[in-house]
């Protein structure tokens, strides 16, 4: 665009609105149209007189979560030089107002030239993919593992196949499959009734309105009952070296089987390794594993050991204890191999399954012939888990979801519940 | 433009929003009058919201002052704050309305032997209408608006949300043996949300939202010591400057603003002036509320939190 204008020409609100918008949209903050128009609607309200006035104007305009004000942040710094936080660029000299800012309400000129600017060194999408390409490409490598060979064999070879061994044939296999399930999440009663004719409820309002009917004589009493809803289903996957190619293939298969209409269950997907994030908003709108291949951008410890115990203290503090474990279905896929405290994941464990409805531990390395829970993590996370299984496979997948729904579990799936394994 | 011509806003109020709230600065000083110290991020959200008009949705940590924030906001404008606490299986008779059925049958009956006839219609009247937080917020009468606090939104279930939406575009209900309920006055509404999961992208877009921080340590004193009269000033920055300080250590529930103002309220009850880990030990109970963080606390050391190192 025009370079930065040395005489001032009028301040075009609409266009500044615009080309704003256009950087934070690029930035991954979700702008609309809408929220632009919002944003010159705030500027007729606030002039931007001074950085923060235009900082809290445009961010209250613009961002709609908290995970937007650090790309937003970042966006108005690249922007308008410095975080107009009013915390600390009050009037301090390394925060360069908007040139023509100053004057007021007439002026700012700045966008225009603006936009070419950030998308220079500093540009947040570019810069992130470069030196982790090959971590960020790490999921599709054992795609030479024998694809092709299984690529439309029956579903039954399938079934039996390790996950760590899959490929694009049969993730895509597993894609197919996977549209034909349906999983299922206990019940819970909640306050909200409906009409049930052996409810234990009295519904006042349906009798009286049957009772003018009869003449205002109440003949039968209409009655209501608790409605039933499906817990929450939280799954919190382990995504260190050896679990990774698991972590895949159960990231894809649930995020389709929950985000499928109609299937009514709310699940919250997670993912660690040294730390926590939340794959749930990013699966919204991104397949799979380009959502894993971001995490695995966003953390830079992917693959990296396991600290199983802090993941579990991060994911209970953050989001279990304000209410997303409580009475939830609680599901930790990991091999157990805790790089730090063992005793944390016993302890950590035992919190979040004070939370939760159920807390289903998967390990894929159970099914190993002579396998006994001997990682010193899962030794002391068992005691407090009400299923462990082993979820290797598809067919063992039927296990994790016996163990999901609280169904009578195979003698394979009973948790020792004595901690006869700890060494 | 959904939001800025809401229907039935009245010319009048909108005016007299204006000629109470001018600019950003009057807010501050009112709010600051009635006892809330707002930072200019919060001061700027809760003037758009009176102003554009738009609803605002909060979130921040728990006890940072985001139900505080409504209530202050509807004592700057001298309207009531009329409160929805939302939880699990909330739905619409104990959100909007109800009818109020023991009084209908009462009239009934009364009807009967008095030998009256009564219709239908005579049953739905507004005599008979319990009116629900957000049906009391819609018929406020001004001139200026009530402010609506929808706390803790996502607690509710998502369908309650869809049919608030609703309510918030369109500034009307129906109730079907009333029909359409237009707003005299548009309410302000104020919406909190803690974060447990995420709400409709339909429900975000309508509002403005803002991330209220931990407010810093100077802050924290001088909320702390307008919150609890009489406050000593040395006990009111012993008091921030050691929750900064176990803000800092691992604890399940971090102490907000809310537990800052107990302890300093618990500390003046028992007569201390500056604090020593003998009146830390005794009102720990205040300000941590989990075994664990007790013990993590105690492990710590009590002179450590008090800031005394020597004890």
């Given amino acids: 665009m025009a370079a930065p204008p040395a005489g001032l020409p009028p301040f075009d609100r609409p266009a500044f609105a615009a080309r704003f918008g256009a950087a934070l949209h690029r930035a991954g903050v979700p702008v609309t149209p809408e929220r632009s128009a919002r944003f010159l609607d705030v500027l007729h309200l606030l002039p931007p007189v001074d950085p923060p006035t235009l900082y809290w104007a445009a961010r209250l305009a613009f961002v709609t979560a908290r995970e937007q004000i650090e790309p937003f942040d970042r966006v108005f710094a690249a922007l308008f030089g410095g975080r107009a936080d009013p915390a600390d660029s009050r009037g301090a000299p390394g925060n360069p107002p908007l040139p023509g800012l100053e004057p007021g309400p007439g002026a700012p000129p700045a966008a225009a030239p603006a936009p070419p600017r950030r998308s220079g060194p500093r540009s947040p999408l570019p810069h992130g993919p470069l030196h982790r390409d090959t971590v960020g490409e790490a999921p599709g490598r054992p795609a030479r593992t024998g694809a092709e060979r299984l690529v439309g064999s029956a579903a039954e070879a399938l079934a039996q196949q390790d996950f760590g061994t899959f490929g694009p044939g049969e993730l895509a296999e597993l894609d197919r499959l996977s549209a034909d399930l349906a999983i299922s999440v206990p019940l819970r009663r909640t306050r909200r009734r409906e009409a049930d004719p052996r409810g234990r409820h009295i519904d006042l309002r349906r009798s009286l309105r049957r009772s003018l009917r009869t003449g205002g004589e109440t003949v039968r009493l209409a009655r209501s009952h608790g409605r039933l809803r499906r817990r929450p289903l939280v799954l919190l996957c382990d995504v260190s070296g050896s679990m990774e190619p698991y972590t895949r293939v159960y990231v894809r298969f649930f995020s389709r089987l929950c985000a499928r209409a109609g299937s009514g269950v709310a699940a919250e997907i997670f993912v660690f390794a040294t730390r926590l994030t939340r794959l749930t908003p990013v699966l919204r709108h991104t397949s799979p594993d380009a959502a894993l291949r971001r995490a695995s951008r966003a953390a830079p410890d992917w693959s990296g050991g396991t600290l199983i115990g802090r993941a579990l203290a991060e994911f209970t503090d953050r989001f279990g204890r304000r209410g997303m474990a409580r009475g939830a279905v609680v599901v930790i896929f990991s091999d157990g191999w805790e790089g730090e405290d063992p005793s944390a994941v016993g302890r950590e464990t035992a919190r979040l399954s004070r939370l939760a409805h159920r807390v289903v531990w998967v390990n894929p390395r159970k099914a190993a012939p002579g396998y006994a829970p001997l990682a010193a993590g899962i030794a002391a996370a068992l005691p407090h888990c009400d299923a462990f299984v082993s979820g290797h496979s598809l067919a063992a997948m039927a296990d994790v979801f016996d163990a999901i729904a609280g169904r009578g579990p195979s003698a394979a799936a009973r948790p020792a519940r004595t901690p006869r394994a700890r060494p | ?311």
Wanted: net charge negative; proline share 8%; glycine share 6%.
């Fill in chain 2, 1 to 311: 433009m959904t939001g800025a011509a809401t229907p039935g806003t009245a010319e009048p109020a909108r005016a007299a929003v204006a000629r109470a709230v001018p600019d950003p600065t009057a807010l501050h000083a009112a709010l600051d009058s009635l006892g809330y110290l707002a930072d200019p991020g919060l001061t700027t959200a809760l003037y758009l919201a009176l102003r554009l008009p738009q609803p605002l949705l909060l979130e921040g940590e728990p006890g940072v002052g985001k139900t505080e924030a409504a209530r202050a906001l509807a004592g700057v404008l001298g309207s009531p704050l009329i409160r929805l606490q939302c939880y699990d299986g909330l739905d619409a008779a104990e959100a909007l309305y109800e009818w109020n059925y023991p009084r209908q049958l009462l009239s009934i009956r009364l009807a009967e032997s008095r030998g009256v006839p009564l219709a239908e219609a005579d049953l739905f009247t507004d005599a008979f209408l319990l009116r629900r937080p957000v049906l009391a917020a819609l018929t406020h009468p001004g001139p200026l608006p009530a402010v609506l606090l929808i706390d803790e939104i996502d607690r509710a279930d998502d369908d309650f949300e869809a049919f608030l939406l609703e309510v918030l575009a369109e500034a009307s209900v129906t109730i079907p043996e009333l029909g359409t309920v237009r707003a005299t006055v548009t309410p302000v509404v104020v919406l909190t949300s803690n974060r447990t999961r995420d709400l409709h992208d339909a429900l975000k877009r309508r509002c403005l939202y803002h991330w209220i921080d931990y407010p810093d340590t100077e802050r924290v004193v001088e909320i702390v010591r307008r919150r609890v009269p009489g406050t000593a000033p040395s006990l009111a920055a012993d008091v921030a400057a050691s929750v900064r300080r176990l803000r800092t250590l691992e604890v399940q529930k971090p102490p907000g603003i809310a537990e800052s103002i107990d302890w300093v309220g618990a500390l003046t009850l028992l007569g201390v002036e500056r604090l020593d880990p003998d009146a830390a030990d005794r009102t720990l109970g205040v300000l941590v509320k989990y075994r664990e963080d007790v013990d993590l606390v105690r492990d710590r050391g009590l002179a450590w939190l008090v800031g005394r190192p020597e004890g």
